[in-house]
């Protein structure tokens, strides 16, 4: 099957590689065209715009920063031809914008559906993804041999915008998790405990998460570069979900607080970095 993708940052070149690997025809495009140029060595065909990547295939893969990045792709230079065309958007991106964009779209006589993934760019290679699809049935149906590619099976949350609020959901367990670990490791560091004590008793706990395991020799050696994720994306993240849960009237005095850290943390520089460079903020070096 041939397969258009839009936005070839660290997922979109992730899944276009995952493509490519299962042997579907891959189009693709980024505003920056040398992050193309790998997977064009693998067999991609390089659109000179979103609107020829759109129209080069009867399906396009959205996987770009937000959704004005989205918009900027879509319509800046001129609307693509949507008609019998489905775009699916895998980004993360808020409810309402994701709701607006299926609008707008279907207004050019094309479909859309969303499709935001838990997991990040190791998942997304060897199609580990957990996809959340905000649709309907017949998306899923449909367009079945797409997602699969990225994960065991894709799960129908709801309607457009149920998949992209659960995603909103999820992934402010990230930032409250790292910055919760952050401040437990701190602590233990500057009271003189061992950290493998200190990680010995969590293991065996009910509050132990993976992502403990996983980020701690980042924060150990202070070191954040090679992201799969990046601080920008989470601060873009925590801001989608409070404005989500502020509709919802959820109270969010802990992760508007999480918002300051990761600010902070972006006032540092280390915006494109891992995210879980958070840890300089939390734990400042000493006086
Ligand atoms: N990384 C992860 O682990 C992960 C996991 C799940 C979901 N996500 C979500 O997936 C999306 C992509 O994440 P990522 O980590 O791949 O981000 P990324 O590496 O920063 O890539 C962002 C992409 O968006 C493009 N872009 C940004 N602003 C644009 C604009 N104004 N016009 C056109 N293109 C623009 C970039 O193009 P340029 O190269 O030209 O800048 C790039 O292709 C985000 O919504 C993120 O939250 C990420």
């Known amino acids: 099957m041939q397969v258009s993708l839009i936005g070839t940052g660290l ?15 891959v189009v693709v495009y980024n ?13 991609a065909l390089g659109a000179g715009s979103a609107v020829e990547a759109i129209e080069a295939s009867k399906c396009t893969i ?9 918009r900027e792709a879509l319509f800046a230079s001129g609307k693509p031809d949507f ?12 409810p309402s914008e994701s709701i607006a964009l299926g609008q707008e779209i279907r207004m050019g006589i094309g479909d859309y559906f969303e499709a935001p993934v838990l997991g990040s760019i190791a998942e997304a290679k060897a199609g580990r993804l957990l996809v959340m699809v905000g649709g309907k049935a017949e998306h899923v149906e449909r367009w079945h041999e797409v997602l699969k590619c990225f994960c065991e099976k894709p799960l129908l949350v709801g309607e457009i915008g149920q998949a992209a609020a659960l995603k909103l959901a999820l992934n402010q367990l990230i930032a409250a998790h790292i ?13 003189g405990v061992e950290v493998e004590t200190f990680m010995n008793v969590l293991r065996q706990s009910a509050l132990m ?3 403990f395991e996983k980020k701690l020799p980042r924060l150990l050696a202070h070191d954040y570069a090679r992201p799969n994720f990046s601080t920008r994306h989470l601060l873009k993240d925590v801001e989608l979900c409070l404005n989500a849960s502020r509709d919802a009237n959820v109270a969010t005095p802990v992760l508007a607080a999480i918002r300051g850290i990761l600010e902070e943390t972006i006032g540092k520089g280390l915006q494109d970095v891992d995210y879980s460079s958070l840890f300089e903020t939390v734990v400042p070096e000493k006086l």
């Not at 505003?31 to 067999?43: F, I, N």
Request: with cysteine; charged share 15%.
């Open 11 to 25: 997922m979109g070149t992730a899944m276009a590689e995952r493509l490519l690997t299962l042997g579907h025809d």
């Open 31 to 43: 505003r920056t065209q040398d992050k193309c140029a790998a997977l064009q060595q693998r067999g």
């Open 62 to 70: 959205l996987m770009l920063a937000d959704a004005p990045a989205i």
């Open 83 to 94: 008609q019998n065309r489905t775009m699916i958007q895998m980004g993360t991106i808020a």
């Open 179 to 191: 910055t919760a670990f952050s401040l437990s490791l701190g602590l233990v560091q500057r009271s």
């Open 209 to 211: 998460a993976p992502m």
